[in-house]
Structures are given as structure tokens and as C-alpha cells.
């Protein structure tokens, strides 16, 4: 640290010289994040020295956390559904989890979580010391059920499924692996990180929701395509008891038993949330979800105008494109300046059509596909 301060405009120029090394989000086909709606930027802003961690001093925050959850849970089927928000899907996800170890006396137990999971799941595995079973993945990269039943033994304490998988925005049979959660009496947690915003506002039946009866913890990420800012998580349980196997002592705040993960919690998150959904509505959040979907549909009829199948059919606003070297094919587009991502297995080039995607960006990104391939 220097000994003397600089003046404000040489720290300006600073950090305005480090913001021009960031990508703008406009070519960016990689990311699960978008730049934060409008509403949301003048909320965090207003709102950005408020601390969820000490909630008797920011009574208004924290009113607006909870409405936050109430509005997540209707959207999610249960209104009555509690919860809080986390900074994101990794902080929910272990929390779920360690609830769900909570609720058992004893510590060595496992979990059961498609090979699809996010590697959220290898970090809980570590921080709370219990085992990661992977279970197989069927044809159409969804649990398969038969494979998720042969793990599962007297140590298990719960099931995890994904509405919404970050490789290839598939998702598993929650009904199915509700069924297999409430016979073998263990939780089932949902990791709706990225589909949380997404499967609601989609057509068709989704039994992915509390409205399974056995599921009894959701991830849902407000700061992915739920266009808040970041640090924008939520964790819900259907049952309050769940919630309050994660609290803990805190002798000199004005909330005696805290829930979350972290200390200090960011109202500005929270304030953020709270008026991307007022303003958007049901109906404001399908236009940008229908666009993300038409977007979607585009990038795949165009890549089978060039000869390009896509490896499963989308589901939801993630394109992955079958071909025979994607680390080769990412390299040389990120010549062109452009940033996509791959998939494991199968390997592809993996697209996601995000709310900053436009036909436009769709058009020009399949021309230098087109010529990528030719080389
Ligand atoms: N779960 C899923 C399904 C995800 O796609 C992601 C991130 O992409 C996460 C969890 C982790 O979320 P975060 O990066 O906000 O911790």
C-alpha cells in the first residue's frame, strides 16, 4: 500500500484503465451472468451500504430479503416456502446439503448427485467432510433413475437433482427421483441455479418445483438470468425446521440465530432482486426468457444450415454443438473474439443465449463458425 493517497481522478483513471481490460458482455456466448438490468443497478446503488448480517439496524432491507423469498417461492409453487438470500448457487448449494446432514445424528454420510452436477458439490464435499456419489446420466444426459437407486444406502442423507444442467441446460426427472427420495426418507434438494428464472416461464409441464412433494430444497440464482447484480442468490426450504438446522449462535448482532453462510450480507443484492421482479413481473421476465428461447432456436437452425447437429435438442437457453475438436474450435474463435465454452462428455461447443444475446451477435458468430469449421 502506498504511503500517500492519490487524488479521486488519478484512482478513476485507474480503475478506468482496468474496466477496459474486461469484456463487454456482447460477444461473450460463455457465461451464465448478463450485465444487471437497468432497476437493479439504481437498487444495489441505494442500497449498497446495507448489511443483511445485522438486520435490526436495516429493518427496510431486510423486508425487502423477505419479500424477496415470498415472491422466489410463489414463483417456485409454495408460497409458504422460507429461505434467504446467499451470494449464489455455490453458497446455496452448500447450505441445502448441510441442512440435509443436519437433520441426521451422525456426520459421515453421503450425498447422490448426477455426473451432471456443478462442481459446487466437489466443494461441499470437502467442506462438510461427507462422500459425492455420482450417479450415471441416461441418453438424454438426465439422471438415470436405476443408477441413482443402486447409490443410495442407510448413509445417504440426500438426493440432488438439476432443473436446468450448467454443461447442457438438461433437466432430471424430479418426480421420478421424488419418489425414490421420499421411499429412502432423505431430502431432495433441486439446484435451479440457472433454471430457477428460466423453467417457470416456460411452456409445457415442469414438475421440477415444490410442487413435487419431496422436494425439499431449491437453488434458484437471481443474479444469472434473474438480471439482478451479483452477489444475487436464493436458497428456499419448504419446511422451517430445514432453515433453522443452519443457524448459529451470534451474541452481539440484533438477529440472535443468523441462517446464512457469510456474516456480513449485501442488502444492495437484496434491494436488487426485489425490484428486477417488481418491475418485470411474470409477464416482463417471459418476453426476455420467450427472446432468450427464440435466440436459442436461431443459433440451432443456423448451425444446421452449416452442417452442425446440436447434442441434445435445448431445453432450455443452452446451445451445445456437436463436433469433432471444440477445445480446437473455441481456440479459434477466441481469435475472432469471441468467448464460447466446451462441454466434458459428450464433448461440445457449448453456447448460452443470455438476455445481452442478440439476433444480430447469433448472425455474425455463425458466419466465423461456418469458416472456422471450413479450415
Ligand atoms: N448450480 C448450477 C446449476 C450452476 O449452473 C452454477 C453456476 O453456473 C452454480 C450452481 C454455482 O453458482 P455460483 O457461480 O453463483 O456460485
Known amino acids: 500500500m502506498r504511503d500517500q493517497g492519490k487524488s479521486e481522478e488519478e484512482v478513476m483513471e485507474g480503475l478506468q484503465r482496468m474496466r477496459e481490460k474486461d469484456l463487454s458482455y456482447h460477444r461473450?456466448?460463455?457465461s451464465m451472468c448478463t450485465?444487471?438490468?437497468?432497476?437493479?443497478?439504481?437498487?444495489?446503488?441505494?442500497?449498497q451500504e446495507t448489511n443483511l448480517g445485522?438486520?435490526?439496524?436495516?429493518?427496510?432491507?431486510?423486508e425487502l430479503e423477505a419479500e424477496a423469498v415470498r415472491?422466489?417461492?410463489?414463483?417456485?409453487?409454495?408460497?409458504?416456502?422460507c429461505g434467504y438470500l446467499s451470494t449464489g448457487g455455490t453458497e446455496s448449494n452448500i447450505q441445502a446439503i448441510r441442512a440435509a446432514r443436519n437433520a441426521h445424528s451422525f456426520r459421515d454420510g453421503n450425498i447422490v448427485v448426477p455426473k451432471s452436477a456443478h462442481f459446487s458439490f466437489d466443494k461441499i464435499g470437502d467442506l462438510l467432510s461427507i462422500e459425492i456419489r455420482k450417479?450415471?446420466?441416461d441418453d438424454d444426459l438426465k439422471a438415470d433413475l436405476a443408477s441413482v437407486e443402486s447409490l443410495i444406502d442407510d448413509k445417504?442423507?440426500?438426493l440432488v437433482g438439476i432443473a436446468g444442467t450448467t454443461e447442457f441446460g438438461q433437466v432430471d426427472p424430479i418426480g421420478e427421483m421424488g419418489e425414490i427420495a421420499l421411499d429412502s426418507g432423505i431430502h431432495l434438494h433441486v439446484d435451479a441455479a440457472f433454471g430457477g428464472f428460466v423453467l417457470p416461464f416456460l411452456e409445457g409441464e415442469w414438475r421440477w418445483d415444490f410442487t413435487v412433494e419431496a422436494v425439499t430444497s431449491i437453488t434458484i440464482d437471481p443474479h444469472k438470468m434473474g438480471m439482478a447484480t451479483i452477489p444475487g442468490g436464493g436458497l428456499l426450504f419448504r419446511r422451517p425446521e430445514d432453515l433453522e438446522r443452519l443457524a448459529a449462535y451470534a451474541p452481539y448482532l440484533t438477529v440472535a440465530r443468523p441462517k446464512a453462510l457469510t456474516g456480513t450480507r449485501s442488502g444492495a443484492a437484496a434491494a436488487a432482486i426485489w425490484a428486477v421482479m417488481n418491475h418485470l413481473g411474470r409477464e416482463g421476465f417471459k418476453k426476455v426468457i420467450d427472446r432468450c428461447m427464440d435466440l436459442s432456436r436461431?443459433?440451432?437452425?443456423?448451425a444446421r444450415e452449416i452442417g452442425v447437429e446440436p447434442a441434445i435438442e435445448p431445453v432450455m437457453n443452452v446451445v451445445t454443438l456437436r463436433m469433432d475438436d471444440p477445445e480446437g474450435v473455441r481456440a479459434d474463435l477466441l481469435e475472432r473474439r469471441w468467448r464460447v465454452s466446451t462441454t466434458r462428455c459428450p464433448k461440445a461447443l457449448r453456447l448460452i443465449l443470455m438476455p445481452h444475446s442478440t439476433a444480430e451477435s447469433v448472425d455474425l458468430f455463425l458466419e466465423d463458425l461456418r469458416d472456422v469449421l471450413k479450415r
Not at 450485465?35 to 442500497?47: D, G, K, N
Open 28 to 30: 461473450i456466448f460463455s
Open 35 to 47: 450485465p444487471p438490468h437497468p432497476i437493479a443497478l439504481l437498487a444495489h446503488e441505494r442500497f
Open 54 to 62: 445485522d438486520p435490526g439496524l436495516f429493518p427496510g432491507s431486510a
Open 71 to 81: 415472491m422466489m417461492a410463489e414463483l417456485l409453487g409454495y408460497p409458504d416456502a
Open 135 to 137: 450417479a450415471d446420466l
Open 156 to 158: 445417504t442423507v440426500s
Open 298 to 302: 436461431r443459433m440451432v437452425a443456423g
